[in-house]
């Protein structure tokens, strides 16, 4: 395992630096400049910002002082966002918020989504396995920003329940934290019922059943540890769903998380703060690809990892 780890990681770091690399890249075709305003700077305010900022250096110099700078951990400061401010610091503050809800967001999908599944499979056909795939199938289908929209109009403004925006108490988690978890709630639904259906069909089950187990034994005690193996390998994209999912949630409750920043710093073209959000999910994720990975083997021993 040691040397799988080894390779993962070694791989991890090469994508880290071709994501950095069509970053930087990308972000100096777009047009304009970080110094656009509706004010226009004279010529030579101009001139002055982008020698402070070494854009007034050939491209690929700025690309080998970036690389340089981000091998040190330093991904710069902001350029308007929050003017002269380390990013890293800026990442610090925010990711905690996101990554809160996040881990909210993913640990509610994962209770309703798993045994709404198995309910499904072990009610196959019946009225309640059609109403979780109706809903799921919404569930879905639906996107993201529609989920938060109508929520916050019927419970927040219509009903009053909830409030509408920040989280300055407890009751200000629920709407968010059910907006991420709602489409992957519903698609591990999905997957849990198609993967117990076909643990239900595997021999080892049918010998329970021989031996008079009940089905709830059946069910959540021999099928139900292989068919977790899908879930777990939807674990990482999921990461990345929710953080990037986050955005949405962010800008439509008003949260002052890293998809917040990361949406306002488009919008004010500061690249540098778009380049290291970027590379900090990207980082993230591929982090947390590796975890699932490594999770396979504690769920079903008989999986090899590298060159085991």
């Not at 996101?98 to 056909?125: D, E, Q, T, V, Y």
């Not at 117990?196 to 049918?206: I, K, N």
């Not at 949405?248 to 703060?273: C, H, T, W």
């Amino acid at each position: 395992m040691g040397k799988y780890i080894l390779k993962r990681f070694g791989a991890a770091i090469f994508t880290i630096f071709v994501a950095a690399t069509i970053t930087f890249f990308i972000m100096n075709l777009v047009p304009g400049d970080p110094f656009m305003s509706e004010k226009a700077h004279s010529e030579t305010v101009l001139q002055a910002l982008n020698e402070k900022y070494g854009l007034d250096k050939p491209l690929i110099v700025q690309y080998k002082n970036y690389l340089v700078n981000l091998l040190k951990g330093d991904f710069g400061v902001s350029f308007k966002l929050q003017k002269n401010r380390e990013i890293k610091d800026m990442i610090m503050e925010s990711f905690p918020i996101s990554a809160k809800l996040g881990a909210w967001g993913i640990l509610f999908a994962i209770l309703c989504g798993i045994p709404l599944g198995c309910i499904a499979a072990f009610k196959r056909n019946k009225w309640a396995d059609n109403i979780i795939r109706v809903l799921s199938t919404m569930g879905i289908s639906i996107p993201g920003f529609v989920v938060a929209t109508t929520s916050m109009i019927l419970l927040a403004v219509k009903l009053k329940w909830l409030p509408t925006s920040g989280l300055k108490e407890p009751t200000s988690y629920i709407l968010p934290i059910f907006t991420l978890s709602f489409y992957p709630m519903c698609y591990i639904a999905r997957l849990m019922r198609s993967s117990m259906l076909e643990a239900f069909s595997q021999d080892y089950v049918r010998t329970a059943r021989a031996k008079g187990m009940s089905n709830f034994i059946i069910t959540f005690k021999h099928a139900l540890r292989n068919s977790l193996i899908p879930i777990i390998t939807y674990l990482g994209p999921l990461v990345g769903y929710v953080l990037t999912g986050s955005f949405v949630v962010e800008q439509v409750f008003n949260i002052p998380g890293l998809g917040r920043y990361f949406v306002k710093a488009i919008s004010n073209r500061d690249y540098m703060v778009i380049m290291g959000t970027t590379i900090f999910l990207a980082a993230f994720i591929i982090l947390m690809n590796l975890v699932c990975d490594l999770l396979y083997k504690l769920v079903d021993p008989r999986i090899k990892l590298g060159d085991e």
